[in-house]
């Protein structure tokens, strides 16, 4: 790529804040505010200064203060109304189109109607397709435990601050719109916990200490699976039974009963973070699986799979996907990083089959078992990194449909060898390429799909075109959008 065009990455990657995880690692949350604001300055100055007031902000002091620098950090865009949230939610949109079309003219591609576009983005750009819910929407929050305002390590939270700069304040999410009551209520027990537990919490992995993060999931029906992280230092096998059996009192019949929690899962991990392999999640009580319904599907959920955050959001992110896949009875979906299968299993009816590629394996058992569970016949899932398996099921397929291939990777984007074997396969003509961060390597990703072909690079297929991007509002509060490109050659 050309050094201008990575500059502008760069900067394009500078205009956007953080996500919410990294957000709650940042020192500046004002600073994120401003950037985000960006040409609606007028409007985010106007709404400061109107001070919409904090739901239940009485406390007075350090706390309030560590309160509001989280909420600016975590859900920046927590004091403009929803509508003009969608509008900084479109401006970044036209931001990362802009960058991709003059990247893309830079590397000279021949798609010259689709990269002059007097807007000055690479195609069309869709309104932002809002999210069905506006507060509470998370099904699914992570709560670290470290130092809070007042110096106690036993603080349960989100973290202001960062690792680097040893400045981390661990701050509790109560005032976050979009963590529901449920997920804070179970913070808060969990604290409690900690507060009566002999054992020390685990802030830095060198310094020993046990209990780490907490992560909640929720369901439509109220349904809570609770994951407590341990560090298990030289404990011996009796005294980390000890641990359990405490915890498991404390949410079943002591004080956090309350929370009335349908799983508790203890995972034991002297890493940052553990899969189910490297390190067994243990249910100590309930039910293994959280189950959500997705358009009229039923989906089972393993403590170690991915699941979209937000479960209305996320109805209105496949119909999106759907209706610009043209998926249809002679066509082949691939559904590339497809977790428990939500993406395939909901578009199943439209194609004549349904390949998924998941690298966590206890995702791959989900999908099998949703589409078992809801009577689909033509899906099927394969276990494994997609860089390893696409390439592979692409090269030995013997059938001569087209393909749809569908992406929604993590934030580190798609590995090279699958853009690959995408962008080499003749009998892909359609690709739907969904992120969450469309400013970050999925751009690396926009830029390897459509330059010219580069038989040094070994991207020899015919180059794909962005035609449509549509974005669709997953996060209301914070800066972040999902943005699902359509491109096609
Ligand atoms: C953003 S999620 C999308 C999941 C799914 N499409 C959905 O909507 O629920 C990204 C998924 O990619 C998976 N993943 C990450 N790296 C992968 C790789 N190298 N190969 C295959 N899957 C991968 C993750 O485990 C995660 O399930």
Redesign the pocket.
């Known amino acids: 790529m050309a050094l201008s065009c990575s500059l502008r990455l760069i900067r394009l990657r500078a205009y956007w804040p953080v996500s919410l995880k990294q957000a709650s690692l940042s020192t500046a949350p004002d600073e994120d505010c401003r950037q985000v604001a960006g040409r609606n300055e007028a409007t985010r100055k106007r709404w400061m200064k109107e001070k919409k007031p904090r739901q239940g902000c009485s406390l007075p002091g350090l706390e309030s203060f560590w309160e509001e620098r989280l909420t600016n950090v975590a859900t920046p865009l927590w004091r403009f109304p929803y509508e003009e949230q969608l509008k900084v939610k479109s401006e970044s949109q036209k931001k990362v189109l802009q960058t991709l079309a003059s990247c893309l003219r830079e590397l000279g591609t021949d798609k010259l109607e689709i990269t002059q576009r007097p807007d000055g983005l690479c195609c069309p750009l869709h309104s932002v397709v809002p999210s069905p819910v506006i507060n509470g929407y998370r099904n699914k929050s992570t709560f670290s435990v470290n130092k809070g305002p007042d110096g106690n390590p036993k603080t349960v939270g989100l973290y202001v601050g960062t690792g680097r700069a040893r400045n981390i304040v661990c701050v509790r999410a109560n005032h976050l719109e979009n963590i529901p009551e449920k997920h804070k209520q179970v913070a808060q027990y969990y604290e409690e916990f900690l507060h009566q537990s002999p054992l020390d919490p685990c802030l830095l992995f060198h310094q020993g200490g046990h209990w780490r993060e907490l992560i909640v999931r929720t369901n439509s029906s109220g349904h809570t699976m609770a994951i407590i992280t341990f560090h298990p230092q030289d404990l011996s096998q009796e005294e980390l039974c000890t641990q359990k059996a405490l915890l498991k009192d404390f949410f079943t019949c002591g004080p956090g009963a309350v929370c009335n929690l349908t799983s508790l899962y203890f995972q034991e991990s002297i890493m940052t973070r553990s899969s189910h392999q490297q390190s067994p999640y243990q249910l100590l009580y309930g039910e293994p699986y959280i189950f959500e319904e997705v358009l009229g599907l039923k989906f089972r959920i393993s403590p170690d ?4 955050i937000n479960t209305a959001g ?1 109805e209105v992110l496949y119909q999106t996907v759907g209706k610009l896949s043209r998926a249809d009875k002679n066509t082949v979906l691939l ?6 299968g ?2 395939g299993l909901s578009l199943a009816h439209q194609a004549s089959k349904v390949v998924g ?4 394996e206890q ?1 791959v058992e989900d999908a099998r078992w949703n589409a078992a569970f809801n009577g689909i016949s033509n899906c099927e899932f394969h276990s ?4 390893m398996v696409l390439p592979q099921f692409l090269m030995s397929r013997e059938d001569d449909r087209l393909l749809v291939a569908v992406v ?3 934030r ?1 984007g798609l ?1 090279y060898r699958v853009v690959q074997a995408i962008r080499n396969c003749e009998a892909i003509l359609t690709l739907i390429y ?1 992120s ?1 961060k469309p400013e970050g390597e999925a751009m690396r990703n926009f830029l390897e799909f459509c330059c010219p072909p580069d038989s040094g690079k070994k991207l020899v297929g015919k180059p794909f075109a962005p035609l449509l991007a549509v974005p669709v509002d997953m996060f209301p509060h914070t800066i972040h959008c999902e943005l699902v490109m359509l491109l096609t050659r």
């Not at 559904?335 to 428990?340: A, E």
């Not at 590629?357 to 966590?360: A, K, L, M, Y």
């Open positions: 799979a991915f699941f979209q996320a559904d590339v990083c497809c977790g428990t939500a993406i590629v998941e690298v966590v995702a494994g990194k997609a860089e929604n990777p993590s580190a590995h969904v969450c």
